[in-house]
Each structure stands twice: as structure tokens, then as C-alpha cells.
């Protein structure tokens, strides 16, 4: 009987054909329904604040998990960030001070209109369990944890501010919190944050998205902010702003665009794990075993070899300089150039937090498909294919490019080697394509692999190159003395 009555139960669920005849939802109900919440409440073009893929995690998933303040939905309840709790309500508390008459409710109304919005740019939610409680709980956290942003950045940017006026002023709080403000897992609705700064906005107040970059550009490695007038210009506080680390990416790209592709032209349709495979030299003929040989751009030693000379590029813009500035700045760190034997690598420094903050930009282009150029994808790709031991970095390092403060050359390798893993890019847009295909074409020619072995073999150094000299000088001689005899 028990059996029986199983049986009956498949065939109900299972008949898509006929009415339901136990009372439980055919499978087309069941799917049509749920086509109709997903339709109602998720939409791709809404998320923007991602859980990074397992593809990215798995090399390093603790860049991307933060490890003193939890913002936003993913962390909140880690029971092992809850020490921030009381710093959150001190920023909070001092929030509501700014203005007479800002209290929690008042805020939270204003929030209120905003949460649907702010609900939908979380990707891993399920909108179903968001009852009345649940919403209640999610605007409080808007306003809790916006709060603490808004103020902590205030704070930052405030001049003449003492130290011990700050609520959090030790320095690993400082450098950790930071940290955490930037991954992609752990960030706030942009509209979120900016109509919060403008509930306690002062006359005279630089713009929120102003503060962002004055705080947190520095922490990039010689970023050059091509593009900060454009995002500062008129309304400073657009919507088309997505969350804090969308704000530091726009306000890095490059200085100049190096293909012919436009926004509206891009497409990622086409996206591979090895862009290098399209870039065979014109002369090469078009076997099968030449393309796996060939496939892969060499790495700087091997360029090194086959003549390629490096140099770091000059007078790249660093918010840390003082006296530069927009109108003199020159290159940025993408923009690497190779010509006539010349490869041009703008000197960039590795310290702790640069894999971190370079791995969750990653993650945001791969994740939000609206994000052109990819240039961090591209530059970590690229400059993967160029260290691939530590006798690589040793290489650019000792001409000025590379600038160790984490450690021993192998630990810089292995950052590259490690972060270039899952991250898929462009084949049309790859911005580096056009000096990947000179490189390639530049190595496959035998007379400058011949000149680069002259240079090593026989003229590393000056006594060397003088004693190689000196026995050309000689053995002519000797044959001009033996012809005359003769």
C-alpha cells in the first residue's frame, strides 16, 4: 500500500498533461511559477555585487573574503566579524550627529524606497525568503553598515583631522579596513552610499565619489586616473556608479585606447583562456605543430635572449608624488609598449595588499558583463605570460620595473602564475594583442636571437666586449700577416 501510494505520487507530479487530480501542482505549475518569481526579481543587468566564482576562489580564496569588517549581505553573519558590531554603531551614532533631527527612522524611510533596487544587485539572494522581518533587517543593515562607510571615508578625507579624533586610528585597523572596503563580495549599492553622504552632506563638501578616490586610488600601484575629471564632472555622484570598487576601476583606465574597438562595438562572445593562439607571425607557415609551438608569447628571460631589451617608463603619475598632477602625468600601469627591440614596462611596486585589490577588480570585469576595457584582466594575463619564475621577476626587477617589498622574487611569481588562473579574456579585444603579435614576430626571427647571443656571449661586459675586440683586431692580423707571406 505504502508503495502504491508512492507510485501514485510520481505519476502525479510527473502528468504535465492532464489536471491536477491529488491537489499538488502539476510540473508545469511548479515551473511556472517559478519562471515567474525569477522573471519579477532577478534580472542580470541589476546584479553588480558578485560571489566570486569558484574558478577565481580556488587559487586564493581568502582575497576575496574580508577579515575584520563585514559589509553588505554575503558576510554579515559571520560570527567571526562580530567584534565590529560596536564600531559600526559609533560611526552610526555619529552619522546621526551631523544633521538636527537625523534619527534612524527618518533614515530608514528614505531607505526604504531604495531596498528593492539595492536588493536586486546582490546576485546570490533568494528574494522568496525576504518576508517583512527579513526586509526590515536588510534596510537596517543599509543604513548601518552605509553609515559606517560614508563616515569612515569622511573621516579619511577630512584635513587637519588629529588622529586621536578618529574613531578607528590604529593602523592594522586602518590597513584592514581598507582592505575589506574593496572586495567585490563585500560592497554596498552605490545610490545606497551617495544618498546616505548627501542626508549629512556640509556646504563646501567634496563629493562622495571624491572622497572614494582620494582615499583608496593610493592604495593602487601607480594608477594614473585617466579618466577622474570625466567621473567628477557635473553631477559627481552618478547612478551609473555601481559600488566602490566600480568607482576605483573607472577611475584607472588607461591613458589611451590601444584598439580600434568601441564600447558599442564590444563583444565577449568570443572569449578564451589563451589569447596568444591568434597571434602566429604572418611568415609563419600555417602547420599544425608550428601553432602549439609558437601559441605562447615567450617570458622575459626568453625575450631577454632573443634580444628584446627592457626599460621602465618615466614619470608615472602616483598619487603619493605631491607635485604632480593631472596635466603632467604621462603613462599609467597599462600602458606597456613594445618597438624596435624596445619593450617599455611602466615600475610598479608589490606589497600586501596588491594582490587582493588586483584580484577583486579582476572579478568584477569577469563577472559584470558590462565592463569595458578589462584592462586588469588583460594586464594581469599579460604580465603572467612574461614572469613565469622567479628568474623572470629577478630580470625586471633589477631594471627598475618590478619593485619587491613582500619578499623573495619567487613569491612575486607566484602571485602572477597563481592570479591569471580562471580568468578568461577577450580574443578582438585583448589589449594587449598588438604587442603580443610583435613580440611573437620579433622572437621568430633568427638574426635577433644571433645579435643576443653576440651581446651575451661576448660582450656582457666592458672587459669582455674589449677582449673580444681585441681578439678580432688579432686574428685580422694574423690573417693579413699570412697573406702577405704567401
Known amino acids: 500500500m505504502e508503495e502504491g501510494s508512492k507510485v501514485d505520487h510520481v505519476m502525479e507530479i510527473g502528468d504535465t498533461s492532464g489536471e491536477d ?11 511556472d511559477e517559478r519562471f515567474k518569481d525569477l522573471n519579477n526579481n532577478w534580472s542580470t543587468k541589476s546584479c553588480t555585487i558578485f560571489k ?29 566579524l562580530n567584534s565590529m558590531r560596536k564600531y559600526k554603531l559609533l560611526y552610526l551614532q555619529r552619522f546621526l550627529q551631523r544633521k538636527e533631527g537625523l534619527d534612524v527612522d527618518s533614515c530608514a524611510r528614505k531607505l526604504e524606497e531604495m531596498k528593492d533596487e539595492a536588493l536586486k544587485c546582490y546576485d546570490d539572494i533568494n528574494y522568496k525568503e525576504f518576508d517583512t522581518n527579513s526586509t526590515k533587517e536588510f534596510v537596517d543593515m543599509l543604513l548601518v ?13 577630512l584635513e587637519n583631522q588629529p588622529r586621536e579624533g578618529r574613531i578607528i586610528n590604529t593602523d592594522w585597523m586602518v590597513s584592514l579596513v581598507n582592505r575589506d572596503l574593496l572586495l567585490l563580495e563585500n560592497q554596498l549599492p552605490f545610490s545606497v552610499l551617495t544618498k546616505l553622504h548627501g542626508m549629512t552632506a556640509h556646504q563646501g563638501e567634496m563629493s562622495f565619489t ?3 578616490e582620494k582615499t583608496f586610488l593610493s592604495n593602487l600601484p601607480n594608477m594614473c586616473p585617466a579618466s577622474l575629471s570625466e567621473t567628477t564632472t557635473g553631477n559627481a555622484d552618478n547612478m551609473e556608479l555601481k559600488h566602490i570598487l566600480h568607482v576605483l576601476h573607472k577611475a584607472c583606465q588607461p591613458s589611451q585606447t590601444t584598439t580600434s574597438t568601441t564600447k558599442s562595438e564590444h563583444s565577449r562572445k568570443r572569449l578564451c583562456w ?4 591568434l597571434f602566429r607571425p604572418k611568415e609563419t607557415p600555417r602547420d599544425t605543430k608550428h601553432i602549439t609551438l609558437h601559441g605562447n608569447m615567450p617570458n622575459a628571460t626568453e625575450l631577454c635572449e632573443a634580444g628584446v631589451t627592457f626599460s621602465k617608463v618615466q614619470n608615472v603619475y602616483s598619487l603619493s608624488d605631491t607635485n604632480n598632477s593631472l596635466g603632467n602625468r604621462t603613462v599609467s600601469l597599462f600602458d606597456i609598449k613594445f618597438e624596435k627591440g624596445l619593450m617599455e614596462i611602466p615600475s610598479f611596486e608589490i606589497v600586501d595588499l596588491t594582490e587582493t585589490l588586483l584580484r577583486n577588480l579582476i572579478a568584477f570585469e569577469q563577472h559584470w558583463p558590462d565592463v569595458y576595457p578589462t584592462c586588469f584582466s588583460d594586464y ?10 622567479e628568474k623572470d621577476v629577478s630580470l ?6 618590478i619593485r619587491n617589498r613582500i619578499g623573495e622574487d619567487k613569491e612575486v611569481a607566484s602571485i602572477f602564475n597563481k592570479m591569471g588562473k580562471g580568468v578568461a579574456v577577450s580574443c578582438e579585444d585583448f589589449y594587449y594583442k598588438e604587442e603580443c603579435r610583435k613580440l611573437i614576430q620579433h622572437c ?15 660582450f656582457s661586459s666592458p672587459w669582455a666586449g674589449a677582449s673580444t675586440v681585441a681578439a678580432a683586431v688579432l686574428l685580422i692580423l694574423t690573417a693579413m700577416q699570412t697573406s702577405f707571406q704567401s
Not at 491529488?22 to 510540473?27: A, D, F, I, M, V
Not at 574558478?55 to 567571526?80: C, V
Not at 594581469?380 to 619564475?389: C, G, K, P
Not at 625586471?396 to 620595473?401: A, N, Q, Y
Open 444 to 458: 621568430e626571427k633568427p638574426w635577433n636571437r644571433m645579435k643576443a647571443n653576440l651581446r651575451h656571449n661576448y
Open 52 to 80: 566570486v566564482n569558484v574558478g577565481l576562489r580556488e587559487s586564493n580564496s581568502d582575497a576575496y573574503t574580508p577579515k575584520l569588517i563585514p559589509i553588505g549581505l554575503y558576510h554579515n553573519k559571520n560570527p567571526q
Open 380 to 389: 594581469v594575463i599579460f604580465m603572467d605570460y612574461l614572469i613565469e619564475s
Open 210 to 212: 571624491k572622497q572614494v
Open 145 to 157: 553598515d552605509g553609515s559606517f562607510v560614508v563616515e569612515y571615508i569622511r573621516e579619511d578625507c
Open 21 to 31: 487530480r491529488s491537489g499538488l501542482q502539476t510540473r508545469k505549475e511548479i515551473f
Open 396 to 401: 625586471l626587477r633589477l631594471k627598475g620595473i
Open 274 to 277: 589563451n589569447p596568444l593562439q
